[in-house]
């Protein structure tokens, strides 16, 4: 398997633009995570899924983040409008059900917004 | 709630020994350990489950005390491939996600 796979690596837009990053999960894999990563804080869980499914999106910082998993292999984070306070490192990961599985996360997309 | 990890740099002499701990206020079911190297992804490096079991990398142990909610990682003769960011994450029961700390940099020196 080719792992987690996110798109774009890097994205670089305006204020006020919308930006949607992309996630492929492991095939086999029915949980999903979303997490933001800043040097202030950390790494933050936006939001993550079990079979497609949204379970906790307490992680989400504002409502101009949203986030969708139309199949068991696609997943989108949508910021509507972006800030530049939203500019961060953006990994997916993912992980099969069980008590001892490790999540494996994607190379990530460094968000810029300008 | 984010777990709680100390210290928050470490800078060691290859070959020297090194204590990551973690802990967390609410119940735990598991904690995983991850390294980070700069530019890169988190790479697991180990589980630590309540009960006792483990699985993880054979060169790097862990402990979890499940009565304090606390896991420490030990990372003993120091290489310079050490070096990174150390990730304590941990999970309740049922269907929560994996929530990590702030972590730990570690700058290994030859």
């Known amino acids: 398997d080719a792992g987690v796979i996110q798109s774009p690596r890097h994205e670089v837009t305006e204020m006020g633009q919308e930006v949607t990053l992309r996630c492929k999960p492991i095939s086999g894999h029915n949980s999903l995570f979303w997490y933001r990563q800043t040097m202030m804080r950390g790494l933050e869980l936006l939001i993550y899924f079990n079979n497609n499914v949204p379970i906790d999106d307490s992680g989400m910082p504002e409502d101009r983040f949203s986030a969708k998993m139309p199949n068991a292999s696609f997943s989108t984070l949508k910021i509507q409008p972006s800030e530049p306070r939203d500019s961060a490192v953006y990994f997916c990961?993912?992980?099969?059900?069980?008590?001892?599985?490790?999540?494996?996360f994607g190379q990530g997309t460094r968000l810029t917004v300008v | 709630q984010q777990p709680v990890q100390s210290p928050q740099a470490v800078i060691l002499r290859e070959g020297e020994d090194a204590v990551i701990n973690c802990s967390s206020s609410?119940?735990?079911?598991?904690v995983h350990w991850y390294r980070q190297k700069h530019g890169e992804a988190p790479v697991f490096l180990m589980i630590l489950l309540k009960g006792g079991e483990q699985k993880g990398h054979e060169k790097i142990s862990a402990s979890f005390n499940e009565k304090k909610q606390q896991s420490s990682l030990y990372l003993t003769a120091s290489q310079l491939s050490y070096s990174g960011t150390y990730f304590c994450g941990s999970m309740g029961g049922g269907a929560d996600g994996l929530t990590f700390g702030k972590g730990t940099h570690l700058i290994i020196q030859p």
């Open positions: 609410k119940a735990l079911y598991s």
């Open positions: 990961a993912s992980r099969t059900a069980g008590r001892n599985t490790e999540a494996f």
